[in-house]
């Protein structure tokens, strides 16, 4: 690494301060006249500094500190720009809408139970009359119900969107912020054919339907090429970024063995089509009239590329990374890779600031910088004659590189680690090749039948043969560790962990390696302290499980669910609502326990029979139509009582304890009268979380 590393950067020095600026916004503290009268003061000193000679001999310090204003504030304000509340025709901004019109925005999707389709807001019916209103809201409808709808569509539907919600469970999986990083806010579920009227047809963008019709058309080929259903699903997922049609062993298989980065049309992909097309269009040169062409020729199939694929964070950034390689070489220029990456996520966050927050934007550029920075010095380590090797030591360094500059992130959202990484990249990158380029020939020799039909032929049993190695490692003894856990603050240190490990690989010295050693230490301190906490916990969680009972008891290394069996015969449901918060508490999977069981089991300080459970001197009871506490137990000596189904509650049971009602309560309120104790409703402010230790309640 350079010594004038930041003078052969500047794209990246101005990255840096604009992505401060950009979560400044995210606050939502600062007013958009404070970033916008920033960035304009910033502006102006900057050109004052420049063209004023007496503000120049101090230009050194002065410049960083009005640099950094500028582009502090040029972030700030681009967030709370972009921001949807911002807008007061957002429907989010509406009091009320009895009709809402709508124009959809692409084909309806099929799902397990129902249909789904993205659409934008053109108007709001109310009181008021009709008001123009903007924004974006998933619609559901039942399979039986037949609307023959198709993008563009415009219709006018009576009924009132729904704003999503949010997480219900601590530290479930944030489906409305999903959503709203996409710019949806609301959904709307009809239930009846008479609340839908179809007002005209044919509306859109053109460019986007000539794009999802090219989609769907390049998928049809494939499935008429490959047979095997798996074999057209990975298929479609590497060559198009369709994912959809994935099974779930698939997909477990692929994630457990390391190799899912493969599926998601990335840097590698577009890696591959950008050295292809330079190869095929070579003989027009690089100079003159047919040098520009080919310029134009690479670029356009790059994005093309990218619109096909659904334009994911990764495919942008590679895109704009390799376009900008392709213009250095048509003008003969020598790119900086920093820069490159500097300016594609420069320009990505500025059309959609919301995006440092995707995984897939986060992931994209750890991986390219650990590769950048990484691999020629893991390269080096070794060195051998044999081109065969040589190749495959290339490929490992690259595995490494990706693996060490992700891993911190795959943890703190995945919670796992694929111990066979190495293995599988050296069977998928290689793969993903052949497959991209036999996938492309295979859709363009569909004008030619009995070439279509061998090329599909050999597409299928390579993409069988992929399938099956990673399924069987995947098999393999000790193929995933999971329920591993960073918190933000672990995070954040580890990866000040790597930067100073990187500085101390390109230049050694001893404040780096003491600097290295301190940060070491405090993550130490960090993962004590948590194990300690962990080993102390003592939580009650009534969880929010729609439709279902379900409490967990969180006694340090021991995790026991108390639920319905209907939940218990579904672990992944659970799994999908509480599996986050057992990995947070130091655990993978739980104990579990139905509520109508009358076989007493008694545990540490945990003790269940029936309806009733005490855990540390706290006596909770369950009532729902499935089970009841036992005639044995008597109310007033319950300290809390967790109600479901369609249970009732009297005055003259003379309860004087804590009443919550569960996900799975039937009734809108407590039947029949309320008494004057607590009553908490988990269906409407989420799951109820308590620790037992000082009865805190969250």
């Given at each position: 690494m350079k010594i004038n590393f930041w003078r052969t950067v500047p794209v990246f020095r101005v990255l840096l301060p604009f992505l401060l600026g950009v979560h400044l916004g995210k606050l939502g503290q600062i007013p958009l006249s404070w970033f916008v009268s920033g960035a304009a003061l910033g502006m102006m000193l900057m050109a004052a500094i420049c063209f004023w000679p007496v503000l120049r001999e101090h230009a050194e310090k002065l410049f960083a500190t009005v640099f950094l204003l500028a582009f502090v504030s040029l972030g700030g304000a681009v967030e709370r720009v972009s921001d949807l509340a911002s807008n007061p025709n957002h429907l989010a901004n509406k009091n009320h809408a009895d009709?809402?019109?709508?124009?959809?925005?692409?084909?309806?999707?099929?799902?397990?139970?129902?249909?789904?389709?993205?659409a934008r807001v053109r108007g709001v019916y109310n009181a008021e009359g009709y008001q123009q209103a903007t924004g974006q809201i998933l619609v559901y409808y039942r399979k039986e119900q037949v609307f023959g709808w198709k993008r563009g569509d415009r219709v006018l539907v009576a009924r009132t969107p729904q704003e999503v919600k949010?997480?219900?469970?601590?530290?479930?999986?944030?489906?409305?912020?999903?959503?709203?990083?996409?710019?949806?806010?609301?959904?709307?579920?009809?239930?009846?054919?008479?609340?839908?009227?179809?007002?005209?047809?044919?509306?859109?963008?053109?460019?986007g339907a000539r794009v999802e019709d090219s989609r769907k058309m390049l998928v049809g080929l494939l499935r008429d090429a490959v047979q095997n259903d798996d074999a057209f699903a990975?298929?479609?997922?590497?060559?198009?970024?369709?994912?959809?049609?994935?099974?779930?062993?698939?997909?477990?298989?692929?994630?457990?063995?390391?190799?899912?980065?493969?599926?998601?049309?990335?840097?590698?992909?577009?890696?591959?089509?950008?050295?292809?097309?330079?190869?095929?269009?070579?003989?027009?040169?690089?100079?003159?009239?047919?040098?520009?062409?080919?310029?134009?020729?690479?670029?356009?199939?790059?994005?093309?590329?990218?619109?096909?694929t659904g334009m994911s964070p990764s495919v942008m950034?590679?895109?704009?990374?390799?376009?900008?390689?392709?213009?250095?070489?048509?003008?003969?220029?020598?790119?900086?890779?920093?820069?490159?990456?500097?300016?594609?996520?420069?320009?990505?966050?500025?059309?959609?600031?919301?995006?440092?927050?995707?995984?897939?934007?986060?992931?994209?550029?750890?991986?390219?910088?650990?590769?950048?920075?990484?691999?020629?010095k893991i390269y080096a380590l070794w060195h051998t004659n044999n081109w065969l090797l040589d190749k495959m030591w290339q490929l490992t360094a690259v595995s490494i590189a990706a693996q060490l500059a992700t891993f911190p992130l795959a943890i703190f959202y995945f919670h796992q680690f694929p111990n066979y990484f190495l293995l599988s990249n050296f069977i998928v990158i290689p793969a993903a090749t052949v497959v991209l380029i036999t996938g492309f020939a295979t859709m363009v020799a569909?004008?030619?039948?009995?070439?279509?039909?061998?090329?599909?032929?050999?597409?299928?049993?390579?993409v069988s043969l992929l399938n099956w190695l990673i399924v069987s490692i995947e098999n393999l003894p000790g193929?995933?560790?999971?329920?591993?856990?960073?918190?933000?603050?672990?995070?954040?240190?580890?990866?000040?962990?790597?930067?100073?490990?990187?500085?101390?690989?390109?230049?050694?010295?001893?404040?780096?390696?003491?600097?290295?050693?301190?940060?070491?230490?405090?993550?130490?301190?960090?993962?004590?302290v948590h194990i300690v906490q962990q080993k102390h916990q003592k939580l009650v969680l009534v969880a929010h499980v729609p439709g279902?009972?379900?409490?967990?008891?969180?006694?340090?290394?021991?995790?026991?669910?108390?639920?319905?069996?209907?939940?218990?015969?579904?672990?992944?449901?659970?799994?999908?609502?509480?599996?986050?918060?057992?990995?947070?508490?130091?655990?993978?999977?739980?104990?579990?326990?139905?509520?109508?069981?009358?076989?007493?089991?008694?545990?540490?300080?945990?003790?269940?029979?029936?309806?009733?459970?005490?855990?540390?001197?706290?006596?909770?009871?369950?009532?729902?139509?499935?089970?009841?506490?036992?005639?044995?137990?008597?109310?007033?000596?319950?300290?809390?009582?967790?109600?479901?189904?369609?249970?009732?509650?009297?005055?003259?049971?003379?309860?004087?304890?804590d009443v919550v009602l569960g996900s799975g309560y039937r009734y809108r309120a407590l039947c029949c009268d309320e008494p004057g104790n607590w009553v908490y409703d988990v269906r409407a402010k989420g799951a109820l979380l308590w620790d037992v230790s000082n009865e805190q309640v969250e």
């Open positions: 009709f809402v019109d709508i124009e959809l925005l692409n084909h309806p999707e099929e799902s397990a139970r129902s249909y789904k389709v993205a949010p997480p219900m469970n601590p530290y479930e999986f944030d489906y409305r912020r999903y959503l709203y990083r996409r710019g949806i806010t609301h959904t709307l579920f009809l239930r009846d054919p008479s609340e839908v009227r179809l007002l005209s047809g044919g509306h859109g963008s053109r460019l990975v298929s479609a997922a590497l060559v198009l970024g369709q994912k959809d049609h994935l099974s779930r062993e698939i997909r477990s298989a692929y994630s457990s063995s390391g190799a899912m980065h493969v599926l998601a049309v990335s840097g590698l992909h577009v890696g591959i089509i950008y050295l292809v097309l330079v190869w095929l269009l070579r003989w027009l040169g690089t100079r003159g009239a047919m040098g520009w062409l080919r310029l134009l020729l690479i670029i356009t199939a790059l994005w093309s590329y990218a619109l096909i950034r590679a895109s704009t990374m390799f376009t900008a390689i392709a213009i250095a070489q048509g003008i003969s220029r020598s790119t900086n890779i920093f820069n490159s990456i500097a300016g594609a996520a420069l320009v990505l966050i500025c059309f959609n600031p919301l995006i440092t927050e995707e995984v897939g934007f986060q992931l994209s550029f750890a991986a390219v910088l650990g590769i950048v920075l990484l691999q020629p569909a004008l030619f039948q009995p070439l279509f039909d061998l090329l599909g032929t050999l597409l299928n049993a390579i193929s995933l560790t999971e329920g591993l856990f960073f918190s933000g603050l672990m995070l954040f240190l580890v990866y000040v962990f790597l930067a100073f490990f990187t500085a101390m690989v390109y230049r050694p010295k001893v404040r780096t390696l003491l600097t290295l050693s301190a940060v070491l230490l405090l993550m130490l301190a960090v993962r004590t279902s009972s379900c409490v967990n008891f969180v006694d340090g290394g021991q995790n026991i669910v108390v639920a319905d069996e209907s939940l218990m015969l579904n672990p992944e449901r659970l799994d999908f609502h509480l599996g986050n918060f057992w990995v947070r508490m130091g655990h993978s999977k739980p104990q579990f326990l139905a509520v109508k069981d009358e076989e007493p089991k008694v545990s540490r300080a945990f003790f269940k029979q029936g309806g009733f459970v005490s855990f540390h001197g706290q006596r909770l009871a369950f009532r729902n139509a499935e089970s009841a506490p036992n005639n044995d137990i008597t109310l007033p000596e319950v300290d809390v009582l967790v109600m479901d189904g369609k249970s009732k509650l009297f005055p003259d049971e003379g309860f004087t304890g």
